[in-house]
């Protein structure tokens, strides 16, 4: 059914058929469905315009079809309506499409909702919501829309001054499924190996059920993860050829401090410039970021020295992985090292995800610190110092810690469990339960405070 015949049924209210909602009905078919949590737990019933950028294949598309069904079920017929960016060719016909659609509300609507998926798909969209905000014609309208590029935010903030309304917050990461909700549906099954699991799926829902199912990610998950990089990437006139041998770098130097000169210089690229414009692009598309240096007397990131790079989605680290991993046995081959980077990156996908759900300004800001004769992994955005360790390790080397930092707490990830006053230790597993949000699930334990309190102090 395309997208013409759906707004007509939502118009007249004829809502109860499976052909209209057929992410829906993929979404309920699956053994386990996890809960979407980005930030943005309700709609707003004002106007204006959000934008919730996320992964391919993270369910963005599914969240919204919820969220449309929602609102024709709550609020009646004729108060929300639909538009695919995909099969829109330029920001004049997605005009068109939205000014068509604007006299098709019904005129008691207590809501009116414009649902627009993949907008980062129709090249200038921002231009087109632009002019019709300029001209009133969605001033009583709540525009929601979906892509999948972080710089659909910044773009709108900066072309769409004053026109998104009045809401308190109108930029969303879309983050993929949190631990506890992996943990909670599959803990039982899978026992201690629990966290290894999660890790091969990156976070994503679809993942997630494969391997609880299948007990491993099949290749396709893989190769539409893959294609998606590589055709977003190609689409910008980046080399396919560089862009591998770029993220081959990223591997080798995984955990280690690298300029851009040296990034450009292993990968082939011509000069540092061109490789730090293709690690904007994997940024952009929510993949990879740079972790700066973090100064803790002038509390800045100094962004003239090495870097390292994290894979915030591990999905396309393990899609580009020369030694793909689909099972949890798989990933307790690989040597300790290994092992090592594919923990510190899931602990970076971690803060990522927090950072993303509480709106921090720049959730990509996760630094590290570095002396002459120390480093700590993680500084998040509250400066939050993170060490992590695959094996055990106790207070003792951290005993320089409390000299240096005599203010600060310093968390441990590791396998064993303990704590000083300034120094704490906790598994994985612990770190990935105590996000700092509520259970997902408030009606099966007595406090949804519950696992919180690992990373306290």
């Known amino acids: 059914m395309n997208v013409n015949q759906r707004n007509r049924l939502f118009r007249q209210g004829e809502i109860d058929r499976l052909d209209l909602w057929p992410k829906i009905e993929e979404y309920e078919a699956h053994a386990r469905t996890f809960r979407f949590n980005f930030g943005l737990d309700e709609l707003p019933t004002e106007p204006g315009i959000l934008l919730v950028r996320g992964p391919r294949q993270f369910g963005k598309s599914t969240w919204m079809e919820l969220e449309l069904k929602y609102t024709l079920e709550d609020f009646g017929k004729g108060t929300a309506f639909y538009l695919n960016g995909d099969d829109i060719i330029d920001a004049d016909e997605l005009e068109q499409r939205i000014v068509e659609l604007v006299p098709m509300y019904a005129k008691t609507a207590p809501v009116k909702r414009l649902f627009i998926d993949e907008i980062s798909a129709v090249a200038n969209w921002e231009k087109a919501l632009k002019r019709i905000a300029d001209r009133g014609e969605i001033k009583d309208v709540l525009v929601v829309t979906t892509g999948s590029k972080a710089t659909d935010i910044r773009r709108g903030s900066e072309r769409l001054p004053g026109r998104k309304g009045k809401l308190?917050?109108?930029?969303?990461?879309?983050?993929?499924?949190?631990?506890?909700?992996?943990?909670?549906?599959?803990?039982?099954?899978?026992?201690?190996?629990?966290?290894?699991?999660?890790?091969?799926?990156?976070?994503?829902?679809?993942?997630?059920?494969e391997i609880w199912q299948l007990?491993?990610?099949?290749?396709?998950?893989?190769?539409?993860?893959?294609?998606?990089?590589?055709?977003?990437?190609?689409?910008?006139?980046?080399?396919?050829?560089?862009?591998?041998?770029?993220?081959r770098t990223i591997f080798n130097q995984a955990g280690a401090r690298t300029g851009y000169l040296k990034l450009a210089r292993e990968s082939g690229l011509a000069n540092n410039t061109l490789a730090a414009e293709y690690i904007e692009q994997l940024s952009d598309l929510l993949a990879v970021v740079p972790s700066p240096q973090w100064d803790s007397h002038k509390q800045i990131y100094l962004q003239r020295k090495p870097v390292k790079f994290h894979f915030v989605n591990l999905a396309v680290a393990l899609a580009f992985s020369s030694n793909r991993m689909t099972c949890v046995h798989d990933f307790k081959q690989i040597s300790s090292n290994d092992q090592s980077k594919w923990l510190e990156w899931l602990v970076a996908q971690e803060l990522f995800r927090r950072q993303c759900i509480r709106g921090v300004e720049s959730p990509e800001d996760i630094g590290f610190w570095a002396s002459k004769e120390h480093e700590i992994d993680f500084v998040d955005a509250e400066g939050t110092f993170i060490e992590v360790k695959l094996g055990k390790t106790s207070p003792l080397d951290f005993a320089w810690f409390p000299k240096v930092f005599p203010k600060k707490k310093l968390l441990v990830v590791n396998q064993r469990e303990f704590q000083t006053e300034q120094i704490k230790g906790i598994t994985v597993e612990q770190f990935l339960l105590s996000d700092g949000f509520p259970h997902p699930y408030p009606g099966m334990v007595e406090d949804i405070d519950i696992y919180n309190n690992y990373t306290r102090f």
């Open 168 to 209: 308190g917050r109108t930029d969303f990461i879309f983050t993929g499924v949190s631990y506890k909700d992996f943990y909670v549906q599959n803990h039982q099954d899978l026992g201690e190996d629990t966290w290894i699991a999660y890790l091969l799926s990156g976070g994503s829902p679809i993942a997630a059920n």
């Open 215 to 247: 007990e491993k990610i099949p290749d396709y998950f893989y190769e539409i993860v893959r294609d998606w990089i590589i055709g977003e990437l190609i689409r910008s006139g980046r080399s396919r050829r560089f862009l591998l041998a770029l993220l």
